[in-house]
């Protein structure tokens, strides 16, 4: 796999291609009230679709933005224009914070040519390039979904890592959530984090400029953090959006098959049985 994000430039160059489809897949936390789609309908990157990941979810179950089953997944990416033979390229308006969710989602039901842009939409805006507003009209597409099911691990298979010690969990949570000192932002979850996890907030990935960091100096980022890089890690988080930042972060060091665990501590720490540590 090549690098996991494209430039500005890259995108710029080939915007308006018949093979390239560039998806804005911002997403805010319930907390703060605000829309991503109306946001995209404001201003987005011209020919762009909204990937909205709490609709293109498993709308059954009471966990957020779950993975949904690969025919209704096919059904609605197929309704934005997508299919697996086209080059997606990702963005959202935060810089780098929900569109690896959508990255993961993408590859995870069999899309091969999908990256993030980097820096997203503030670059883009910084940069000068255009923007539209208004909601898209793609041409839909069909296509069946094949699942990488390699990508994605489950409640009982992470019960299973903890059990063998196969995998390091990588927890990309704010310190003080991960030690259970901050309250959870969704209601009922238990504070703390899973057994022997290591902790990586996944802000410690991105720039300063909002872009994902340097190889080199991510490397150094995940080895401060107690990640051993040359054994298995499944990443996880909240709901599974940070920890898709950490798997991103992990392909541009050529680790492009890194699980995410889809339901995350929204699904583990409200279950009664799974076994919760706080402190460090």
Known sequence: MSDPVVSTAWLGERLGSP????????????????????????????????????????????LPHML??????????????????????VY??????????????????????V?????????WRSEGRPLEAGPPAPRPRAFSALPDSGLVRSLEEVRAILDDG??????????????????EPRP????????????????AVVGPDGGLKPAAELRGVFEAAGVDLSRPIVTTCGSGVTASVLALALARLGLDRVPVYDGSWSEWGAHPDTPVVTGA
């Open 92 to 113: 959202d308006a935060h810089g780098l914070f929900s569109a690896p969710r959508a990255w993961w989602t993408l590859r995870a039901m069999g899309f091969a040519h």
């Open 115 to 123: 990256r993030v842009l980097d820096g997203g939409l503030p670059r």
């Open 166 to 183: 196969s995998a390091q969990l990588v927890d990309a949570r704010p310190a003080a959530r991960f030690r259970g000192e901050a309250p």
């Open 19 to 62: 093979d390239v489809a560039v998806v804005d897949a911002t997403w805010f936390m319930p907390a703060e009230n605000r829309s991503g789609r109306a946001e995209f309908e404001a201003a987005h990157i011209p020919g762009a679709v909204f990937f909205d990941i709490d609709a293109v979810a498993d709308t059954t179950v009471d």
């Open 188 to 203: 009922g979850l238990r504070g703390g984090h899973m057994p022997g996890a290591c902790n990586l907030p996944f802000g």
């Open 68 to 89: 949904p089953t690969p025919q209704a997944f096919a059904e609605a990416a197929g309704a934005l224009g997508l299919s697996p033979e086209l080059q997606v390229v």
